[in-house]
């Protein structure tokens, strides 16, 4: 079965700072990874996903990720962050097409943004 | 494209009643999923149909639930004999599933609903 794991509930940086949000994947055949944003009373958008190829993912809003398989990882990051960038996020994984396509979804981070 | 569109936004009921909640997908996208999502915990699959075929169920889903696609267009999920457990955003999201490759789901605002 397919899961994800997100680490760390709750991430708070300084504006400007760097973001790392940790996202940790189990899948017995290679997957399909999904990062997405939900802002508050708003639905889940898209920030970014991986399917095949190159290993570095680059998404909306200046965030990139990169797969990683040997450490089953699948990390989001963005350079510098902004204070519009605070909001929860959720790495999700999916792979059988042909059973649904469905989307496992980690428990989310909310990250925070100090000025 | 209009993106996918909940309605209600939000409901209050009182337990023991029955609430429904109606998904708009976008027009051209052949599956449509409902998940639950509550507070501090990432979305939860309940269903999905591909047109107007239900054609897997999760566990959560009780058999209190109800979803239903009747034209593969737009979908309703009913609940029945609502619980205080039931409190939760409902969000119903759609694509256009490739016969291969990546499912990319386009997600509505969802639905809250509270249970008193």
């Known amino acids: 079965a397919q899961s994800v794991t997100q680490l760390g509930s709750h991430v708070s940086v300084s504006e400007g700072a760097l973001v790392l949000l940790r996202c940790n994947y189990s899948?017995?055949?290679?997957?399909?990874l999904f990062w997405y944003v939900q802002y508050p009373n708003q639905g889940l958008q898209l920030l970014l996903k991986?399917?095949?190829?190159?290993?570095l993912v680059k998404g909306i809003n200046g965030f990139e990720a990169e797969f990683k398989k040997s450490e089953t990882s699948f990390h989001l990051t963005k350079p510098s962050a902004h204070m519009s960038d605070a909001a929860e996020y959720f790495c999700?994984?999916?792979?059988?097409?042909?059973?649904?396509?469905?989307?496992?979804f980690g428990q989310g981070t909310e990250l925070s943004v100090k000025p | 494209d209009t993106g996918v569109s909940q309605d209600p936004r939000h409901k209050i009921t009182k337990r023991g009643q029955n609430v429904t909640f109606r998904c708009d997908p976008i027009?051209?996208?052949?599956?449509l999923y409902w998940y639950r999502q509550t507070l501090g915990q990432g979305p939860e699959f309940l269903t999905y149909?591909?047109?107007?075929?239900?054609?897997?169920k999760s566990r959560l889903l009780s058999d209190r639930f109800s979803a239903e696609r009747p034209k593969g267009s737009f979908s309703t999920l009913e609940i029945q004999r609502t619980e205080q457990g039931d409190s939760a955003m409902y969000l119903c999201?759609?694509?256009?599933?490739?016969?291969?490759?990546?499912?990319?789901?386009?997600f509505g605002a969802g639905s809250r609903l509270t249970v008193l």
């Open positions: 999201a759609s694509s256009f599933q490739p016969s291969a490759g990546a499912n990319v789901l386009t």
């Open positions: 899948s017995s055949v290679p997957p399909y």
């Open positions: 991986y399917t095949t190829g190159a290993t």
């Open positions: 999700a994984v999916s792979r059988f097409y042909n059973q649904g396509g469905k989307l496992i």
């Open positions: 027009s051209e996208h052949n599956r």
């Open positions: 149909f591909q047109n107007e075929a239900q054609l897997e």
